[in-house]
């Protein structure tokens, strides 16, 4: 055997058992500080495609584990659909979100970083707790057209409620954006009459008194 043949082979070898671990390992380093991003950037419309990003690191994930039809329906339904749209969707009703704000009022954030940390130790006890017993199962060689089939024919139904459902998500997203308080403003000045008037400046519109 030559030696370059022998190298193929242990390279192909090496391959075989250290592809997979360094693929998470890559997958999951990617995904935390973008994760970490959604949640520590200001700026919802940037959040939104950080958010993206996340999605496309956990569809790598589902590749690894054998499951294509879950990777193709993280990027399609998640990533690409919700994301998108309801970044769209907040960018045309509140432009003024875009802005470099804090939402969160200072005397909360010790309650909330509690109230994290317990949640968190109560799903890692949770995890530690189980044994996770690991089964050789073989995988179907059709399980993307498995399971479209099935969600197609026999789970149709609870698929379009699941469809209405996150269109009732999304219109509430856009109501929650559009319903910011009034700012109203009065100023006076002299109309093309010459008479003193006083004007109510509000966000949508102008009325005159």
Request: glycine share 6%.
């Amino acid at each position: 055997m030559s030696p370059e043949l022998q190298m193929f082979m242990n390279l192909a070898i090496w391959a075989q058992a250290n592809v997979e671990p360094v693929s998470f390992l890559i997958l999951g380093i990617l995904a935390i500080p973008l994760a970490f991003g959604v949640i520590f950037d200001r700026m919802i419309i940037r959040a939104g495609f950080v958010l993206i990003g996340v999605f496309g690191a956990i569809s790598g994930l589902f590749l690894l584990l054998q499951a294509q039809f879950l990777a193709l329906a993280q990027i399609m339904i998640y990533a690409v659909g919700i994301t998108l749209v309801v970044v769209i969707a907040l960018m045309l009703t509140n432009p003024k979100m875009e802005e470099d704000m804090s939402v969160a009022q200072p005397k909360l954030k010790l309650p909330a970083l509690f109230a994290s940390v317990l949640l968190f130790l109560t799903i890692f006890q949770a995890v530690v707790v189980e044994p996770w017993p690991v089964q050789g199962l073989n995988v179907h060689p059709d399980i993307t057209y498995v399971l479209g089939r099935w969600l197609m024919t026999f789970y149709s139904l609870p698929f379009e409620f699941a469809s209405v459902l996150l269109l009732a998500a999304l219109i509430g997203a856009v109501m929650l954006a559009k319903s910011d308080p009034k700012i109203e403003k009065v100023t006076s000045g002299l109309d093309g009459n010459g008479t003193h008037t006083n004007y109510i400046e509000r966000t949508d519109d102008v009325v005159k008194v």
